[in-house]
């Protein structure tokens, strides 16, 4: 097991064997809570920039993900990206085994209290459909019946009656080729100052400009009085994205 960071300071785990190769790229998280590369470079024609990190283990590990299925972290835990924490299963099958949502109350999964009625109601999503399962007056009743839902719905998804984390999780095809081409800025063309990063602009005082594109987003660095000190601006920046 190793940690790989990102730029953020988030902190990813995968498995030690992939660390080595992960690690050369800029690594930042999703909003949604999960890694996703920041490089504008190319893995055998595989084009870097916002992949995510559970994605990018799944390609290293030499599998697919068919159309109409996903990756599924089987804890729950969009961090955790070791072999043994990955699977590929259903959209439904995703949704058994989400988090609780932000807004629950009851601190139960498809348990909710209603306000008006006093009540204490459960329910279940099966094929984007949410079923109602009943009103109740205790919170264990409306869970037990949530609970037996769970059973049902995991047999007749999975064939047998335990939950869906215990689905067999992804094997090692074995590691592949990990040859790489990493497209950086210093691939990019020469403008007309001759210096890349900089550009001569007539008219003011300190006539050359630095930028660098980051992420697909041009980044202004500053006017300078030369050319070096320009380039040497442009440098630091690359300096620092690039390590």
């Known amino acids: ?34 890694f996703m590369c920041s490089s504008s470079g190319t893995w055998n024609g595989w084009e870097l920039q916002h992949k995510l990190l559970h994605h990018f283990i799944i390609k290293l590990l030499g ?9 599924d972290h089987v804890d729950k835990d969009t961090f955790n990206n070791q072999r043994l924490n990955l ?13 609780m949502r932000i807004n629950n109350t009851s601190g139960i999964s498809g348990v909710h209290w209603d306000k008006v009625r006093h009540k204490w109601v459960a329910s279940i ?27 049902k719905r995991n047999l007749e998804l999975f064939g047998n009656e335990s939950n869906c984390i215990n689905m067999n999780p992804l094997k090692d095809l074995g590691l592949p080729d990990l040859s790489i081409r990493l497209r950086t800025c210093r691939d990019r063309p ?16 300190n006539p050359y400009s630095s930028s660098i594109r980051i992420n697909g987003k041009k980044k202004f660095l500053g006017y300078f009085k030369t050319p070096k000190e320009a380039s040497d601006a442009y440098e630091q920046i690359l300096s620092e994205i690039s390590s």
């Not at 599998?63 to 990756?71: A, N, R, T």
């Not at 094929?127 to 409306?142: C, E, H, M, Q, V």
């Not at 020469?190 to 602009?201: L, P, Y």
């Open 1 to 34: 097991m190793k940690i790989l960071k990102s730029i953020s300071g988030k902190e990813a785990i995968i498995d030690a064997k992939y660390f080595e190769f992960l690690s050369q790229f800029p690594w930042d998280a999703h909003p949604r809570g999960y």
């Open 63 to 71: 599998h697919k993900v068919p159309k109409g299925k996903i990756i």
């Open 87 to 99: 699977r590929i299963i259903t959209q439904q099958g995703n949704c058994c085994n989400a988090k």
């Open 125 to 151: 999503k099966i094929s984007d459909k949410n079923i109602f399962l009943g009103r109740f007056n205790s919170k264990k009743d409306a869970s037990e019946a949530r609970l037996v839902a769970d059973k």
């Open 190 to 205: 020469v403008g007309r100052s001759g210096i890349r990063g900089v550009q001569m602009v007539t008219g003011l005082k």
